[in-house]
T-cell receptor
């Protein structure tokens, strides 16, 4: 089942620029996770942010969470061609602890 | 070992065939999952195993039959599939099913084509 929406659905930027993707969800959550998927491959867990956290960093990744707006953003700084992939957010709610996925953003980094 | 290994990577099968997908992890994770993913869509949960017992079946047709022989292995047996079952099948694991603060580790998937 899908919890919410991601936008944009597709994003194409030049190498070196920053990329921002947004995720909105509908119900209260325990945590929100971001995953990357290269074409036709498995998903890679990038970062997890808990409901009581507002911002988290991992290398070139910065994730923010606004529980009042039920939204999150993923910022990739200084993008590289290797960042070309689909990015999915997934939320975890306390009632069942299963991942509920957003629709995904397809990111293309042009060299 | 921090990987989930799926075999085969690609599988083409006829509608009357029986085949199996295999998933293996050696991270000591007690939760294992099967997902189905169609092109340009997010993964759809099929089955959840917790401590080697099936805990969630998301109303998956009986032509898909999961099996968890031990804590490291997960199989998905396929029989009498339809062309619309063609998809990427992903296996994942996590430390537990009933605690939330963990990301999932995914395998690279099996690309299944039903002809």
């Amino acid at each position: 089942s899908q919890q919410g929406e991601e936008d944009p659905q597709a994003l194409s930027i030049q190498e070196g620029e920053n990329a921002t993707m947004n995720c909105s969800y509908k119900t209260s959550i325990n945590n929100l996770q971001w995953y990357r998927q290269n074409s036709g491959r498995g998903l890679v867990h990038l970062i997890l942010i808990r409901s009581n956290e507002r911002e988290k960093h991992s290398g070139r990744l910065r994730v923010t969470l606004d529980t009042s707006k039920k939204s999150s953003s993923l910022l990739i700084t200084a993008s590289r061609a290797a960042d070309t992939a689909s990015y999915f957010c997934a939320t975890v709610v306390d009632s069942n602890y299963q991942l509920i996925w957003g629709a995904g953003t397809k990111l293309i980094i042009k060299p | 070992d921090t990987e989930v290994t799926q075999t085969p990577k690609h599988l083409v099968m006829g509608m009357t065939n029986k085949k199996s997908l295999k998933c293996e992890q050696h991270m000591g994770h007690r939760a294992m999952y099967w997902y189905k993913q169609k092109a340009k869509k997010p993964p759809e949960l099929m089955f959840v195993y917790s401590y080697e017992k099936l805990s969630i079946n998301e109303s998956v047709p009986s032509r898909f039959s999961p099996e968890c022989p031990n804590s490291s292995l997960l199989n998905l047996h396929l029989h009498a599939l339809q062309p619309e079952d063609s998809a990427l099948y992903l296996c994942a694991s996590s430390p537990f099913t009933d605690r939330a603060y963990y990301g999932y580790t995914f395998g690279s998937g099996t690309r299944l084509t039903v002809v």
